[in-house]
């Protein structure tokens, strides 16, 4: 049975496998999708185990963004896949084209 560092450990590679920025080390990080549009995601582990994943939001008045509550919590392999797809998918779709 894979464990949450195995989750880690995949997202990190398919995010580096495919030119995204992934900042910080252990099991909490941030993955840029794109620095212009500031596509990201903050993931760590939270109190029951699993591993939580927040997006960027740039919603105050100062134009600071800031993470947002948590958006996803993966808890199995098909939920890192998901999540995985939803990170590629990102890099291709943008607002104000």
Known sequence: MMKINDYVEIIKLVAKD????????????????????????????????????HQWENANDSSDGEWGRAVYSLRCLSDVIQFCSIVLMSTQIYARR
């Open 18 to 53: 495919n030119d995204l920025i992934v900042e910080g080390t252990g099991i909490e990080f941030s993955i840029d999708v794109n620095k212009y549009h500031h596509v990201a995601y903050l993931l760590k582990i939270n109190s029951s185990g699993y591993l939580q994943v």
